[in-house]
């Protein structure tokens, strides 16, 4: 089966500023995929190209199986990073209307904008013009365009901006729901944790080019068990000084120790036996977040 999405040698100019360098990359039908980077890498940028709104300077874009037309365009759903709505109509119309040009029937439209309004909670406002939505409820509003019409893949740049916890995880539950019906989602985000949980594949973009790219779990494993998750009673402030510790995270309910390259994690239990009162030691992968930042470091994005 032909990938949903392939970018063969893909490039992006501003001027004298390279967006985007080189990129190649393959989302495989059936899957979802998290475009990952800091602010500024080059995600919205590559999004832009695969939508035909930009044109690449050099490199190949193909989507379902062909170079984007408009016949392909009506099987895809898109929520750019900047969200754009007819503010001056009533949500349910817009809803319509966005349908109409996807090329749904009228009454086809409303039913499914109007299922999907119920869906995210926003069933009651269905009258009120998109002005008098909130932020949070604009963005929904503008989700609901971008799945209303079935859409054979689905983009979705940076979808939790912004977002408050609780519809954070909305958003999440329909992602698996519909990728569970067959949809193909690319999504990008800065969010590792939020990648770590959706995503059977990413690719990580940092200044213009793909750092890394695979299925997540083989990602982790290539960066091997070197990190501990700890939890215990007592007063782990020591642990960052044991030798062989590059770095702690403290999460609440646990610790993660990351190992620097060779360092044995006995080393670590033993320097913590009898000064604490350990619940948990478990060797690990590490997380999304901490390849991430090994990956990215303190280094500024490239665009």
Not at 146 to 172: H, R, Y
Not at 194 to 206: F, M, P, S
């Amino acid at each position: 089966m032909e990938p949903a999405i392939v970018l063969h040698g893909v490039t992006k100019t501003f001027g004298d500023f390279r967006a985007v360098d080189g990129i190649d990359l393959e989302v495989p039908q059936g899957e979802v995929f998290g475009l990952l980077g800091p602010n500024g890498a080059g995600k919205t940028t590559s999004i832009r190209m695969i939508m035909d709104i930009i044109r690449p300077d050099a490199g190949e874009v193909r989507i379902l199986g062909q170079s984007l037309a408009d016949g392909t365009k009506d099987r895809i759903g898109y929520l750019p990073e900047e969200r754009g709505l007819y503010r001056k109509m009533k949500l349910g119309d817009m809803l319509e209307f966005q349908g109409a040009i996807k090329g749904m029937a009228p009454a086809a439209a409303r039913k499914a904008g109007l299922a999907w309004l119920d869906r995210l909670e926003l069933g009651g406002w269905k009258d009120k013009k998109v002005e008098e939505l909130s932020k949070g409820m604009q963005q929904k509003a503008q989700f609901v365009a971008a799945v209303m019409a079935k859409p054979d893949l689905l983009i979705l740049d940076e979808p939790f901006s912004g977002m408050d916890p609780v519809n954070q995880d909305l958003f999440k539950d329909v992602i698996v729901e519909l990728n569970r019906a067959g949809t193909t989602i690319l999504f990008s985000t800065h969010q590792m944790d939020t990648a770590e949980r959706l995503c059977k594949r990413i690719a990580l973009i940092n200044r213009g080019k793909v750092a890394l790219t695979g299925v997540l779990s083989e990602v982790k494993a290539g960066f091997g068990k070197n990190s501990v998750l700890m939890d215990f009673e007592g007063d782990g402030s020591f642990l960052g000084s044991v030798a062989g510790v590059a770095s702690v995270d403290d999460y609440g309910q646990y610790q993660e120790i990351r190992l620097a390259a060779g360092a044995d994690p006995q080393d670590l239990l033993k320097a913590s036996v009898g000064r604490l009162r350990i619940r948990r030691f478990e060797i690990v992968s590490p997380t999304l977040h901490n390849i991430f930042i090994e990956l990215v470091g303190g280094g500024e994005a490239h665009a």
